[in-house]
């Protein structure tokens, strides 16, 4: 089974700076997915970006992008220029690739990151 | 459009008593899921429907049935409501893309308390 852990639990930034979140996963896969979910207090899922791993290039959305180190299983997402509307949590997800057995259909979470964006 | 849509949004609950969650997406996907969140604990995995006729268990299926009424539809029960059920429950769904899997499409969740 896969697991996705996330090392900080809580995490601080003033407005406009740049932050780093946590995420490392065990599998034995070669072909999968990553995510980053963000949840404001609002308790909606929303989508930050996204990973393919067989992509070697890192995935950028605006504000937001990923260091995906596919040998070391770590996929970590740096938020640029930080915003009051980035305070939220942060969770990595990972997901097997395709039709490929048990476990093929499953969206697997760590247990967050608490972001607090300080004005 | 609706995406994913979940009733009820909240619920209070006795414990022994029963309840079933809603949640019907409009998006045509083939996968749907349960979750429930708790504090410190992530997304747990309760059941999922890889397409329209089939379950399997996730993570924590205990305590929980399910069913795929048809594409749109999945359902979870709680038979006898436990306060450790106490929890924010997630439906999601996602299709199988022509080029592999896509990205999972949440709903607003419900809060359930059981006292």
């Known amino acids: 089974a896969q697991t996705v852990t996330q090392s900080q639990p809580e995490m601080s930034v003033q407005e406009a700076e740049t932050v780093t979140l946590s995420c490392t996963y065990d599998?034995?896969?070669?072909?999968?997915?990553l995510f980053w979910y963000k949840q404001p207090p609002s308790r909606q899922m929303i989508l930050v970006i996204r990973?393919?791993?067989?992509?070697?290039q890192n995935a950028t959305e605006n504000r937001f992008s990923v260091n995906f180190q596919k040998a070391a299983k770590s996929f970590s997402l740096k938020i640029s220029d930080s915003q009051l509307g980035d305070t939220a949590m942060y969770f990595c997800a990972f997901m097997k690739h395709g039709w490929s057995g048990a476990g093929s259909y499953q969206l697997t979470f760590g247990k967050g990151t608490k972001l607090s964006v300080i004005p | 459009n609706a995406g994913v849509t979940q009733t009820p949004k909240f619920q209070v609950l006795k414990t022994g008593q029963s309840m079933t969650l809603q949640c019907a997406q409009d998006?045509?996907?083939?996968?749907m899921y349960w979750y429930r969140q708790d504090p410190g604990m992530g997304l747990r995995l309760i059941y999922y429907s890889a397409s329209e006729g089939t379950t399997d268990k996730g993570e924590v299926p205990n305590g929980y049935n399910v069913s795929r009424l048809n594409k749109r539809e999945f359902s979870l029960r709680l038979e006898s409501a436990a306060p450790s059920q106490t929890s924010v429950y997630f439906c999601?769904?996602?299709?199988?893309?022509?080029?592999?899997?896509?990205?999972?499409?949440f709903g607003q969740g419900t809060r359930l308390t059981v006292v």
């Open positions: 599998t034995s896969e070669n072909n999968y997915y």
């Open positions: 999601a769904s996602r299709a199988l893309g022509t080029y592999g899997d896509t990205e999972a499409f």
């Open positions: 990973q393919e791993a067989y992509k070697q």
């Open positions: 998006m045509n996907h083939n996968s």
